[in-house]
Structures are given as C-alpha cells and as structure tokens.
C-alpha cells in the first residue's frame, strides 16, 4: 500500500499493527518449541533433588519455603536480568551464542595477551555445551520415563530400556530433518507449559499461603539459618535455570522480542506455578518428596502425562543436539574445527543442518550415561557445572562487550560484573561438590573438545606459516610468464589459496607436471568474518590482476553455507562469466611431515596431524562438482 493510501484509511493502521502483533505471537510460540525447551523439563527432576538428591534438604515448612524462594529469584536474576534483558541485547548481527559473544568482544580487544585469553575462555565455553549436550537428552528422558513408576513399582524395570530406546530413536531420525516435524514443536511446548500451570494451581489450593515464598526474606532467611545446607542447596536448585543459557543461544532463529515475549507471558509464570504446586503438595505430606512433580497428576491422568513429558523432553533434547551442530558448524568457519560432513536438511531453512560424525558421538556417550548412571537422580549429580561455568564466561565477556562496544561507565559496568558474576560464582561453586559424583564427565568432555579445538588451531597457524614460508610473489610470477610464457588452454582455472598476493602451491605444480596455463586463472580466497551472516551483496570482491589472472575473495558469515559454485554464478555481474564445464577447481593435497623442534608438544603434533588426515573433503565442503576438481599434493613440513 502506499504512504497516501495510508493517509486516506487511517483505520488501517490497527489492522497493520493486529497483524504485527500476531506474527510476534506466531514466533513467540515457535520460539517455545525450541529455546524452552530444556529449562521446560526442570520441573521434572528439580525440586526431587533438592529434598532427594546426595545433598538433601530436610523437608520443613521453613525450608520449602526458602528453597521455592531461591528457585523465583534463581530464575529472576540468571534468566530474566541477566539473559532476557541484558545479554540478549548483545546480538552479532542478530545471532547470539557463545562463539557469537565471543567475536563481539574481540572485536573491541586488541591483539595480545587479553585477547588470547578472551578467545579461550570462549572456546571453552563452547566445548562445554558439548558436555551439556550428552547429558541434557539423558536425564530429560529418563526422568520422564520414571513417571511410569509413580503409575506402578511393576515398570521400574522397563524405564531404563524404553529410555535407551526413546532415545536411540531421536538421535535416528535426526538425519531426516527436523523441519518436518519442527512445526509442532511450539504448540506442543504451549501444552505442556500451560499443562504445568493447571497442574500448579491445583497444588498451590492445597496450601494458598506459598505464594509467600516469593518474599526474597524466605531465600535469604534460609541462607542465614543454613549457610553450609543453602550452599549445597544451590548444587540442587542450579536445575531450575540449566537450559536458560539456551535462550541466548537460540535467539539468531527467533529475534529477542518473540524470546523476550514468550518467557515473561508464558514460559516463566508457568515453570513457577508449577514449582509452588510442587512445594505445596510437600507441604501437605513431607512423603510427596520422592516425586512431586508427578504426584501432582491426578492418578488416572499419569500414563497421559507420562507420554506428554517424554514428548517434552524430546523436544528439549532435539534443541540442544541441534544447538551441538550449529556449534561445530560455526567451529568449522571459524577455524577452530577441521572440515566434517554437513548435510542441510531443508531447502527452506539454511540453519537446519545435520552432521552423522557429531550425532554418532552424542549418541554414544548418551547411552553410556544412561547405562552408567541408570537414573535422573544419578544424573543430576553430573548436571549444572558445565552449565554454571558456561554462564560465568558468558557474564565475563557480556562485561566486555557492556563496557567497551556499549560505552557503560565503569561503575555501572562494574556493577553488572559484581552482581551477576557472584550469583554465578555461587551457584558454580556449589556445584563443584559433584565433581567426584559425576561432573567429572562434562569437565572432561569440555576439555577434550577444548585440546581439539585449540590443537587445530595452532596447527592449522602454523602450518599456514610454513607453507606461506615457500610461496612466490604472485607479481614476480606474472612477469616471469612475459619473458617464458607456457602454453596457454582454454577453459577456466580456480585455485583456491590462503593468500592472493602469492602463487598457491598447487599452481605451480600444475606448471611442473602439465607445463601449460589454462587461459583465466581464478585465486579464490574463501574468508569468514567474524558475523553470523554476510548480505550476498558484499559477498564478492574481485580484481583483474593480469595476464588473464584474477583474484576473487568471497566472504561468508560463520552461520553462512560456503557455496563456491552458487557465488561463482553471480560473478557474473562482477565481469567474470563463470561456464561449469569449463572450469576446473584445483586444490592443494598437503602430506605433513614432522619436525624437529615445530614448537608444538609432540603429543598435540600428532593429534593434529590425526585430525588433519581425517578431516573433511575441502570439494564436498564447498560443494565444488566433483568431476571438475583436481587436487595435487605436497609435503609439507610442521
């Protein structure tokens, strides 16, 4: 419609404002399906590991009420101040994550020592997603299936098997895609959200007055009485808030208003009804404690629910396993991870992707959880610092980026820092106590992917600066062409290189070996900046250079697909007409070769020479056609 339509019908303007408002509600409602998930299904297992768990809570009125307590203001001060309205806020072009913050705050921090340090810690925060990422599917699933066991005692030894199944299925079907069934997701999250407020209410009517627990007087009263009992509380209560991380995490699908909208209206009032349900059905009968979240449901309605909370936690298991291979994708552009096969899912949603190395990995070490620890209740000992340690280096690097990309004053920077770092540090060092439990395996799940990711890094740097070491001005190579010219062929030639000032390896040897040049030679440089998405129209940078010599730099975004062939066609536009039958991709095929004294442990050289052996086709990655791709090797030395 035009402006002087609008000016003619102002009545419109409500309808275009009715029409915004329900698209946020659409996305709202998506945006439960997937960022909710994980925390959705805390009030399966939490507050049965409070007054349960290695730790117990004695169950008195004073304590319910100090721990419900805890639970509100966990929930206030982690999720809603400090994801929901500050660090969601700090977007890279409207991705948000871990790897995503820490670009941000490299982007204001120099070269050197901080950086190294800034850059590490976000490293590490991803690796430990890894470990979250095993254990959330397991402890979710299984403590859904437990609920058959409040139905009867005569299903206990069925939950482990219908569990592992369960889940050997979700990881199966993963290589389908998930915008099949991804559409249901967001109702089905409303279901179970409003369900867990219904079944809440009918708690709360048992004892009314638990609504008093909001009172921060009741958490901070509990603290006083029992500071060693509230410390190792905390241990418990971190449960109510792993998964809030994801929100962040997930906001690059969503946007920060439809995530923003669906916590404070939906999500959050629903998880705490449910909590003070729970809470008052312990106040009624201190027995309810050894499951109250499915003593809650009406006898005759467990079976239902049982199934409904499987659906949940499946659901909550598919957003951190997707999560795992957008991270390893996002490792892959940025450098930190060697190449792996990635199949896209939907033709529709760049973001649905699928990678069988990491799916086969998460499976493997899911089953070794359940099988290892055999219930929610063992797991839980193993779940939360990987999270904790993960939102402490998220308020680290959100202090960076507040102070020096957003311009707060030292005091109200340093506030921010103070305040939720201590919160953090609390519920991280209460955690701590489960290391020898437990939390042992996402630690050692962190720092293994951690040495990976690293290892690859400095050895893929250093083997960048060997090679670039043996290289030839790419100037004095063209004027050696006019006094010895080779024979030229038609067609075209891409090689892709590192660098566009110099002759790529594989160049020269095509001049060793076929002694001719093809008549257009194309040096691709294929570059990832340090934001999520790059718009198509800054994506190519070409030059003639001379001599029928080209330099071409693409640039994508590290939640961009690298799709050579797809960018090559829109050269066209540039001045350089790409024919795929006539063009031949040539890449470098190095063989590394050890050396003394490289500087680098002989232990992490071999890792890397490991990994490099393994990594992925550089031709299936850039979705180079396979029968125009010419690779020539070399030996290179570490």
């Known amino acids: 419609m035009h402006t002087s339509d609008r000016a003619e019908h102002p009545t419109d303007a409500p309808v275009a404002n009715a029409q915004q408002h329900a698209g946020l509600a659409g996305v709202a409602v998506a945006a439960i399906g997937v960022v909710y998930g994980d925390i959705g299904t805390s009030p399966l297992y939490t507050l049965k590991e409070v007054f349960n768990g290695p730790h117990a809570v004695p169950v008195t009125p004073a304590n319910v009420y100090g721990i419900l307590s805890l639970v509100f203001w966990a929930l206030m001060l982690v999720v809603s101040a400090k994801y929901v309205v500050f660090i969601t806020r700090a977007d890279n072009r409207g991705e948000g994550g871990i790897m995503a913050l820490t670009s941000l705050a490299l982007r204001v921090v120099p070269e050197g020592r901080k950086a190294w340090v800034l850059s590490s810690l976000g ?24 609920g058959l066991e409040v139905a009867t005692p005569a299903f206990a030894p069925y939950v482990l098997p219908i569990a592992l199944v369960v889940l050997v299925g979700l990881f199966m079907m993963q290589r389908h895609g998930t915008h099949k069934v991804g559409a249901i997701f967001g109702p089905v999250m409303v279901c179970w959200f409003l369900l867990l407020a219904v079944l809440g209410i009918s708690g709360i009517r048992l004892h009314p007055e638990i609504l008093g627990a909001l009172n921060p007087a009741w958490a901070l009263g509990f603290l006083a009485e029992n500071p060693l009992l509230g410390w190792l509380g905390l241990g418990a209560v971190v449960l109510a808030i792993t998964g809030g991380e994801a929100l962040y995490a997930d906001m690059g699908h969503f946007g920060r208003r439809p995530i923003k909208l669906a916590w404070f209206t939906v999500v959050f009032p629903s998880l705490y009804l449910n909590y003070l349900g729970q809470g008052a059905l312990i106040l009624d009968h ?58 896209f899912t939907s033709a529709r949603e760049m973001g649905q992707i699928y990678v069988p190395g990491i799916n086969w990995m ?51 920077a340093g506030l921010f820092l103070v305040v939720f770092l201590a919160v953090d540090f609390a519920f991280f060092s209460a955690t701590t106590v489960k290391i020898l439990a437990g939390g042992w395996f996402p630690l050692l799940i962190g720092a293994l992917i951690f040495t990976f990711l690293t290892t690859w890094k400095r050895g893929r740097a250093m083997l960048n600066n060997r090679i670039r070491t043996d290289t ?15 024979p030229r062929v038609e067609g075209t030639a891409v090689f892709l290189t590192t660098w566009l000032d110099t002759v790529p390896r594989a160049l020269l040897h095509n001049i060793l070996h076929n002694k001719v040049l093809h008549e257009r030679i194309v040096l691709l440089k294929v570059h990832t900046a340090d934001v999520s998405h790059v718009p198509e129209k800054d994506r190519i940078e070409l030059e003639e250079v001379d001599y029928g010599f080209y330099r071409l730099r693409l640039t994508f975004g590290f939640m961009d697909d690298p799709d050579i062939p797809a960018e090559l066609a829109r050269c066209a536009t540039h001045g350089l007409a790409f024919a795929t039958m006539e063009t031949s991709f040539f890449l470098g095929r190095e063989t590394i070769v050890r050396r003394v004294g490289s500087g680098m442990a002989r232990w992490r050289e071999r890792l890397f020479i490991v990994m490099f052996r393994n990594a992925g086709s550089a031709a299936d990655y850039f979705h180079l056609p396979p029968n125009r791709v010419v690779e020539l090797g070399t030996q290179v030395e570490l």
């Open 362 to 412: 998460l499976l493997g070490a899911v089953i070794a959880l359940v099988v290892g620890f055999r219930s929610s209740s063992a797991l839980a000992s193993a779940y939360g610092i990987a999270v904790t340690m993960t939102m402490m280096i998220d308020t680290v690097l959100a202090f960076v980026v507040v102070r020096a990309l957003w311009g707060w004053g030292p005091l109200k």
């Open 472 to 486: 030839i001005p790419l100037d004095l190579f063209i004027q050696s062409m006019f006094t010895s010219p080779p």
């Open 286 to 343: 201190p027995d309810n404690v050894r499951n109250p979240f499915y003593l809650l449901v009406p006898d005759e309605l467990v079976y239902p629910m049982v199934g409904m909370a499987t659906l949940a936690t499946i659901i909550a298991s598919q957003a951190v396993i997707s999560g795992a291979y957008s991270l390893t994708r996002q490792a892959m552009q940025l450098g930190y991870a060697p190449r792996m096969r990635t199949i």
């Open 123 to 146: 490293v590490f925060g991803a690796a430990l997603f890894y470990g979250d990422g095993m254990i959330t599917p397991a402890i979710s699933v299984l403590s859904a299936v437990e």
